[in-house]
Each structure stands twice: as C-alpha cells, then as structure tokens.
C-alpha cells in the first residue's frame, strides 16, 4: 500500500506536464489559474498586486495542491492497474518455442501417443516465442511454458493458468471442441500439446490484457465524454460569471471613486470554486476504477465502451448448462410402465449404465443403488457386452446370456423396439412427456424388446439462482434463457427459475436473430459464450463476455473474457457497470449542489466591500472577503482528496427501480452537496480567523 502510494504521489506530480493536464479540460482551466496566481505572487514580491502577498501566495499554494490532488485521484486509481499489469508481465517472459512442420504433425496423429510424442520431439526445431508467426505449430510438453497464444490441433494436456487467472487449479486442454484455446505464458503440466499461433508476435493475449489494465490505454466512453462537454460548458459559464463580477465591481467602486474590492487573485480563487473542479477532478478515476474492479473479478474489458454499456444492459441472454443449471443432469426416478416391477427397471437400468462415465450414467447406477441396494456388481465377467452410445443409435446398454438392455431417448427406444415386434404403449408416451414438461430429460429402458419404463433425467438447478434473478427483475433487466432443449423442457426450466423468457433448440442463427430483434426495440443486450458457434452472437450483443477457456474466435468475437470461464459471471459484471455509472451520477450530483452552495457562501461576503446590505446574505457570518475567499479554496481542494476513496470505491449499490435509484442519489448526495460546503467553510474560516491568517 505504501508502495502504490508513493508511485501516486510521484505519477500526480509528473502529471504537472501540460501535455497531460490538457487532457482534462476542467482541471486545465485550474492548472492555467494555478500559473497565473504564481505570476501574480511573483509581481506582489515588485509591490504590483491588488491583494496582498501573503494571501496571494496562499490562493497561489492552494491552486496548485488542487491540481496535484485531481492527478493524484487519477493516478491512485491508474495505480491498480499498473500492479496488475506488473504481476502480467512477470509472466511474460520469452522462451524457446518447439516449431513443428505441418507434415509432422499429421504422422504424429496417425501414431499412439507414445510413439507420436517422440516423433515430435525429434522433428522439433528451436525458434525463441518472439519469433513466432501466426500459422505456424508447435510442441509444447510437460513442464514448459506456452510460448504464445494459439488453437490446440493435435493432444490433450494439464495446465495450469494461475498466472492469467489467479486460480491455482489446472485445466484440461485438448484439441476440437469449446476447450482448444491455449493461452501464451501458461504451464503444461502433464502430456503434451500441438498448438497452431493465433495472434502476431506482441498482440498475444497477455499483451492485450497488459495494455487494458494500463490505464493509458484505455479510451473514455461516449457517456463519458458527453458529462465533460456539460463540465466544460459549466467552467465556461462560470468563467464569464467570474469576469462580469470583476467588471461589476470596477464599474461600481469607480463611481465612489475607489479601487475594486474584487481583486484578481479573489476573482481566480472563486472561478475555481464555481467551476465543477470536483467531479471534473474524480471523472477518470471513476472510469478507471469501474475497469479496476472488473479486473479484480478476472474480466478484462478490451473496451471501456462494454463496461459502460453493462450499466445500462435491461436484457441477459444466458447459457443453461453451467449458468442456470449445475450442469450435469441427475437422475431423479425410476417410473415403470406397462405394470412392470420398479426394482426390475432400476436393475436393468442400472446394467445398461454401469460402463457409462457421465455423470448421468453414473447417477443412475447411485440411484438404483439408494432405493433398492443393488451394488457390486460387473460386466467384467464373460458373455458381457458393452453397447456404447453413438450419435446414430442414440442409446446404449448391454448384451449377455441372450438378453438385451437398452437405454436411451424415448424415440430412440421406440423405433428399437417396434423394430422388434415389441409395442412402446400409450402410456410410455405419457410417463416420457410428462417428465418433459416438468423439465427433465426422459431416458426410456427397455429389454429384450419390451419396455420397462422411464428414468427421470432432472437438470439440477443452481442454489440461490432464483434470487440471483430477482435482483435482476429488480433492476429492471429481463433474462432470458438460451438453450438446446426442447420447447416443452426448456419452459419448465425458466419457469423453476425464475426467467422471463426462453429460447430453445437454440441454433448459431437463432441467437443471432433473438440479440438483433432485442436491439431494434431498443434494449441493451448482453450474453456469453465459449464456442467458435456463439462468435456471430457475442459480435452482436452491446456486452459479450466470451469464456477464457472458449475458442479463439468467441474471445476476438467478445468484448470482455472472463479469466475464470464463469457464465455466472455476466451477473457480476452487469452490477459493476451500473454501480460505475451510479457512482459517476452520484458524484456529479453532489458536485454541481457542492459548486450551487459554495456560490451562495461565499459571494454575498465577497461583496459585503461594495454593498454593505449584503452582509444580511452572509448567513454564515464569516469573518472577511478574504478569510471566505481561502476557506472557500482550501476546502475546494480538501473535498477532491475526501472523495477519492469513494470514486475508487464505488458507490454501494443496490437492486431497485431506477426512479427509486434517482430519488436516493438525490438526497443523499444532492442535499449532502449542499449542506457539506456550508458547514466545512465556516469550520475553516473559525480556523483561519483565529490564526490570524486573514
């Protein structure tokens, strides 16, 4: 802490450069005040002044911390993601890639594993990762780092991403499939890999996210630069308000035939007090702080856009599997049909699954286990005969001693058994649609060409899901559920959920046509995704979050990867982005009524010189022009360091409706900014009139 406190401090310094300062026009206009007080205090030290020089040396000291505490704000929040992209860059480090030809690797897939590994090896040629070009392959072993970003083509491996993603548990990679993406700078743990490069040499994916955790590197929003083009219009009029005082006081002191009261130095200070120099100050290290606080959920935003847009997103398109259900599907029942014996279905239900791995198949075996303690059993013995489910057949099961189980999808089933003269009755077909419409998945078991009954397949919904979604609904948001199911299963899914919609047998177009017709009505729409199908999709959706451990495709597709491949993550991140734009709502509130008060404070005493009836408006009774004049600055300055902490914080925020939203940030911070200025002002001016100093 210490540390990024002293690079703050040194970074708002070197901010001083007016290449930097410009970048920011509110505070330009204090950094161009701060310089004329010192060329004023300079001319004070020749006798050529209209204040005196203590009090413009202390106008002049006061303008400059202003200005060193709004980069300071800048760089503390800059500050996080420069650590960040320190401990990136620790693990990019160049290392000696093994080439392979395109030849080799084709021999190497026709070969065991063994014998492949060893083919590699010897075909392997040296080239250092910075040379790499995008198409070429190469080996990467047990042990090794990857040298660059790229697609696995041939192998499947451990590995280990901790220093992407911060989780200490590896993954497995392999070739084909939504899990082929490799990423440059993780460690190979067991096996061995063929990748082919995806990016050119230094826009790996490690370089991106070292250049989005920078804050240099990232661009402000549109919503962003609309509120500093109102900044700007505001520190104008109030510019010109400034100066027709100056002129109002002359014209007025000339008629009494004395010099103006309203001296430069005054007209400087309060110029910089009127001007919105609060929010104008915090502005960037609000923007900066919202993609801090994505990073520090494992999201790298490559478009400061996407976050902003997560603030306003009132649709969610979320994947089933993994999102909303855990995932694997347990089985729930054993319902037999056509008067046969339960135990009887659960047996040879269980026979036909016991050399089926998946999860489903294995909770089969446990459920016929718990109900009826049927266990310690094998196919290992003779005249067994393992038949494993295929994309054709659609079922599996078991041969022996004559008999034959099978177990698969209720068509699947049937087609099997009229295909043997057997009947697949009226009320199979009832018991299997039923089990739909509640939301499972019917898996129908038949033997020797008779059906017995049907297995409860249920997707298990994820604990605390329903109130997940509540808290969207109250947000305004609706949520939508995109699925390969069919209709009838998928509806009874949202409905446990808790959606509001629901799109099954979800096809690449259909997504596609769902996230265009959302937007032509005019909503924001996000969504994730993993695979090379969800790229259209992810390239449509105003927020899409593509899964680190997704193709290459869905990450250039997406505009945000989530380090940890959580689809549940979208939720998290639509929260940071609204709490981003409430926090930069809440802080713009409270300095436009912080800049309203202090108008109202200090102007009736600047006055009080020119027209004594004045001092009826000086409510707060304080003690001089120029005692209210330097309290008025110093706490303009003190409140920016107050505030920081808040603008790098976040606002707390809460799941309600956006006109009960409004009316809180109105109160809170639009009555706190008008009555903090009040109270801190006199508090300061006490101080000061009691030192002495004006």
Not at 116 to 133: F, G, I, W
Not at 274 to 297: D, K, Q
Not at 322 to 341: K, S
Not at 444 to 454: E, M, Q, T
């Amino acid at each position: 802490m210490k540390t990024t406190t002293v690079r703050a401090l040194r970074d708002a310094v070197a901010k001083l450069n007016p290449r930097a300062q410009v970048s920011n026009p509110v505070m330009f206009m204090v950094y161009l005040s701060a310089l004329l007080t010192t060329v004023l205090f300079v001319l004070s030290l020749f006798g050529i002044a209209d204040s005196p020089s203590g009090y413009i040396a202390a106008i002049c000291l006061v303008l400059w911390a202003t200005v060193l505490f709004g980069n300071f704000a800048e760089a503390v929040a800059e500050g996080r993601g420069k650590a960040q992209a320190d401990s990136l860059r620790a693990a990019k480090r160049e290392v000696e890639a093994a080439v392979v030809a395109e030849a080799d690797v084709a021999r190497a897939a026709e070969a065991d594993p063994a014998e492949a590994a060893a083919l590699l090896a010897a075909a392997a040629r040296p080239v250092a990762s910075t040379k790499l070009a995008r198409g070429q392959l190469y080996v990467v072993r047990a042990g090794e780092q990857v040298p660059a970003d790229g697609e696995i083509v041939l192998g499947a491996a451990s590995v280990d991403e901790s220093a992407i993603t911060g989780e200490s548990a590896p993954v497995v990679r392999e070739s084909g499939g939504d899990r082929s993406a490799l990423t440059g700078g993780t460690l190979v743990l067991s096996d061995w890999l063929v990748a082919r490069v995806a990016t050119e040499a230094g826009h790996s994916f490690l370089d991106q996210m070292i250049a989005m955790v920078e804050s240099s590197a990232r661009s402000k929003t549109p919503n962003e630069r609309a509120l500093e083009l109102l900044l700007i219009a505001l520190t104008l009029v109030f510019l010109a308000v400034t100066w027709t005082l100056y002129g109002f006081g002359a014209f007025s002191a000339a008629g009494e035939g004395r010099p103006n009261p309203l001296g430069i130095t005054s007209l400087v200070a309060l110029f910089v007090c009127l001007a919105p120099t609060t929010i104008g100050a915090l502005l960037s290290a609000i923007g900066i702080a919202g993609m801090s606080r994505l990073n520090e959920a494992n999201v790298l935003a490559t478009s400061g856009r996407a976050v902003e847009a997560a603030g306003d997103v009132d649709v969610l398109l979320l994947d089933k599997t993994g999102t909303i259900t855990l995932g694997n599907r347990q089985a729930a029942a054993f319902i037999p049909v056509d008067g046969a014996d339960e135990r009887d279905l659960a047996d040879a239900a269980q026979l036909a699954s016991l050399a089926d791995e998946t999860p489903e198949g294995r909770s089969v075996v446990v459920l016929a286990k718990e109900r009826f303690g049927i266990r310690e059993r094998t196919l290992s013995g003779a005249g067994f005969t393992v038949v494993p489910f295929t994309a054709a057949t659609r079922m599996s099961g078991v041969d022996f001693d004559g008999h034959e189980i099978r177990k698969g999808a209720a068509d699947a089933v049937r087609a099997y058994v009229e295909g043997r003269g057997g009947t697949y009755s009226a009320e199979c077909a009832r018991v299997a649609d039923e089990v739909a419409r509640e939301g499972g998945t019917p898996l129908v078991v038949a033997r020797d060409g008779r059906v017995l009954g049907v297995i409860h397949l249920k997707d298990v919904i994820k604990s605390g899901i329903r109130e997940n979604f509540a808290d969207l609904h109250a947000m305004g948001i609706r949520t939508v559920m995109v699925t390969g199911d069919n209709p009838l299963t998928a509806a009874a899914i949202a409905a446990e959920a808790g959606l509001d919609d629901f799109i099954a047998e979800a096809t690449p177009e259909a997504k596609l046509q769902a996230i265009r017709r959302y937007q032509a009505e005019g909503h924001l729409v996000a969504m994730t995704g993993d695979g090379t199908n969800d790229a259209p999709a992810l390239a449509q959706a105003d927020v899409a979050v593509a899964m680190n451990s997704g193709t290459q495709a869905a990450k250039e597709a997406g505009n945000m990867v989530d380090l940890d491949s959580s689809p549940t993550k979208l939720i998290e991140i639509v929260r940071i982005g609204k709490q981003m734009l409430m926090t930069r709502g809440s802080l713009t509130t409270f300095s436009i009524a912080n800049d309203l008060a202090k108008y109202f404070a200090v102007v009736p005493a600047l006055l009080v010189p020119l027209y004594p009836g004045l001092e009826a408006l000086n409510i707060m009774h304080l003690s001089s022009p120029a005692s209210a004049m330097l309290a008025a600055i110093i706490y303009n300055a003190l409140i920016i360091v107050a505030l920081i902490p808040l603008a790098l914080r976040g606002v707390k925020y809460r799941e309600a409706a956006p006109s009960a939203l409004l009316a809180r940030n109105l109160a809170v911070y639009g009555l706190g900014g008008v009555a903090v200025p009040f109270v801190a002002i006199k508090a300061i001016d006490v101080l000061l009139a009691a030192a002495g100093v004006a």
